[in-house]
């Protein structure tokens, strides 16, 4: 009903407001008191340095790819280009598709790079990574110190001062009166904090023929619509570092001379998810400058991302849900699935342990997850991962492999339910079971192949 009612406002826009608004701070420390900024002055140059020459090089190596997304059955090509770099193994899926990462050095995996120049870049991801880490974590502490005092103060203010003077206020209180503070538990606090990927974006917007406008408030051009991140550890962190190429021929306008945002900088707008009456926020993001989405933040509002006219790259850090997303996941469920396969000593023929229909089921479904969330996704975006490296592609192979054994598994649940001397009942549950699993095999084959 609130979907509806927007829609039917028409020119009656919603009110936004932006720094250069009387109300701007008492709503920010009201409504959005869990966005933290942090100005670029406030991020050591040389960190500066190193992002941006990892932002250059991956695209000089031609490393953005837009992604084809699926949303209401229909696939969407997205303006902005990404390349998910991360721990070695871990995924994202956004929008039903899902982005493998590029592995930044460790020292646990032996990762090869197609050039020293993407080894670089990854490296130089990795260490910022751990930065905002730390970052993230001051925040998030400053924060917990400030509600528990019922003190905490607006962290934004206009471009003419400095976006980071809340945050640097509360972690300098956090460290000099710990001892007031009750900490958040340690476990929690980490998991929430430790990024283990980051989602790189590029965009130039005078390259694009068309882009959606802000549909509630007429904030202009929108690089990424209003959105929730998904696929994210509960109420965790996301920390984005903006880095648009502001140069001569792209001035800012006199915020004075304007009504709303200027349409020249890129901007993150913020809303609270199904509020029409709370007005949102249109905030500049200017080079090098860095927010924080805090605790529910993700959760509560929305955000999407307001076009200017420079290129623009982010590096969007985030602590993805690795419950069923990482490869230890899925080669741990295919060595469950497997252990309902046996070989018979003498002949070698191939069997089924069991034909139980909770057996059944948990094995075709993990035969549907291998095919339709890693190996027609993985090979549905091309050769992509190879600009980078090749460490993907054992991985692949053997889950192929597997594949391939579950796909025997099927043939032998066909063989054993047309044997008459199968109990009718538990025979009937088996195929029940199985048929409804075949069906949506047959369906997703469909649609891929479609694709």
């Known amino acids: 009903q609130k979907k509806k009612l927007l829609e039917e406002l028409g020119e009656n826009r919603l009110p936004y407001l932006t720094p250069a608004d009387a109300d701007f701070h008492q709503l920010w420390k009201t409504k959005y008191s869990k966005l933290i900024f942090r100005k670029s002055d406030t991020v050591p140059e040389e960190l500066h340095q190193m992002v941006q020459e990892s932002f250059l090089t991956l695209r000089e190596h031609n490393c953005f790819f837009q992604d084809l997304v699926r949303i209401k059955g229909k696939d969407f090509l997205t303006p902005v280009s990404r390349i998910l770099i991360g721990n070695p193994g871990c995924t994202y899926k956004y929008l039903n598709t899902r982005l493998f ?9 032996d990762i090869k790079y197609c050039s020293p120049q993407i080894h670089d870049a990854c490296k130089a991801l990795m260490r910022f990574n751990d930065y905002l880490h730390i970052e993230t974590v001051k925040a998030l502490q400053g924060q917990d110190l400030f509600e528990n005092k019922q003190i905490q103060d607006t962290t934004v203010i206009d471009r003419k001062q400095s976006f980071a003077t809340s945050l640097t206020e509360q972690v300098s209180v956090s460290k000099d009166q710990s001892s007031v503070c009750v900490p958040e538990d340690d476990r929690s606090l980490k998991n929430r904090t430790s990024f283990n990927l980051t989602l790189l974006n590029y965009m130039d917007p005078l390259q694009m023929l068309y882009l959606k406008q802000e549909p509630y408030f007429g904030m202009g051009n929108m690089a990424v619509s209003w ?3 998904e696929n994210l550890v509960e109420r965790s962190a996301v920390a984005v570092y903006s880095y648009s190429c502001e140069d001569s021929a792209v001035q800012e306008s006199n915020a004075q001379e304007l009504k709303g945002r200027d349409p020249a900088v890129w901007h993150v707008g913020l809303k609270v998810a199904w509020d029409i009456e709370t007005p949102g926020l249109a905030v500049p993001l200017h080079q090098g400058d860095i927010y924080l989405m805090l605790d529910d933040l993700n959760m509560t509002h929305q955000h999407c991302v307001l076009a200017g006219l420079s290129p623009r790259f982010s590096s969007t850090h985030r602590v993805a849900d690795s419950s069923r997303g990482t490869l230890e996941y ?8 497997l252990q309902n396969l046996q070989t018979d000593s003498d002949s070698m023929a191939l069997s089924l342990k069991s034909l139980e229909a909770a057996v059944v089921k948990q094995v075709e479904e993990i035969h549907n997850e291998v095919e339709f969330e890693w190996l027609r996704q993985f090979w549905f975006q091309g050769k992509r991962y ?7 592609l054992k991985p692949m192979a053997k889950l192929e492999e597997f594949w391939r054994k579950l796909e025997i598994m ?3 649940v066909l063989s ?3 044997k008459e001397q199968q109990i ?3 025979r009937n549950e088996t195929i029940s079971c199985f048929l409804l699993l075949l069906k949506e095999r047959q369906k997703l084959r469909k649609e891929w192949t479609a694709r």
Do not use: N, Y
């Open 101 to 109: 990462t590029v592995p930044w050095p460790t020292e646990s995996h």
């Open 227 to 229: 959105h929730h991140d």
């Open 330 to 337: 899925i080669l741990g469920q295919c060595e469950l699935a």
């Open 386 to 392: 190879l600009k980078f490296t090749d460490w993907w």
């Open 410 to 412: 099927t043939s032998l």
């Open 416 to 418: 054993e339910v047309r």
């Open 424 to 426: 009718e009942e538990q």
